[in-house]
């Protein structure tokens, strides 16, 4: 970003407080080297005492925090990479597991159903085949018409 205003980044670091996702994402686009002493006090300050409710929300916080500290050259610590790899192991384990329900043979059959999509040049919907000499669109409003007025 070419304006340095510290107003900025002085507000992007009390954004890490409340939102560290976006916080740490806006420091590392502002790109200033001085906001990887701000993200690292953040860092440590969240693996001390979460604001996230779960471990899984806690490791995103984190992994936002460490990458943009990376992106704007910086390096975390030997003991902070090992405090982020527990919290993100604790957050794996949280997760539940569900079957892919794109690997069902019911749904894979179903795929297999669907028809051809258009071509690039292809109309993308049916046109109605003409019927009594007029035209499709004709034919379909003719056949609306004596449907409506069965005399």
Not at 24 to 48: F, N, P, T
């Amino acid at each position: 970003m070419a304006v340095q205003d510290d107003r900025i980044r002085a507000a992007l670091v009390l954004m890490l407080e409340d939102d560290p996702v976006n916080g740490a994402r806006c420091l590392a686009e502002l790109g200033d080297r001085r906001g990887v002493a701000d993200l690292a006090s953040a860092l440590d300050r969240l693996l001390l005492a979460p604001i996230a409710d779960c471990d899984v929300c806690a490791g995103e916080h984190l992994r936002a925090i460490a990458s943009a500290v990376r992106v704007l050259g910086g390096s975390l610590s030997e003991e902070q990479r090992v405090k982020i790899d527990h919290v993100l192991e604790r957050a794996e384990a949280q997760w539940v597991r569900f079957e892919d329900p794109l690997a069902s043979p019911r749904v894979l059959r179903a795929l297999d159903r669907r028809d051809a999509r258009p071509g690039r040049n292809d109309p993308c919907h049916a046109i109605s085949k003409p019927t009594n000499g007029t035209r499709g669109t004709e034919a379909a409003s003719a056949a609306r018409a004596r449907s409506a007025n069965p005399t």
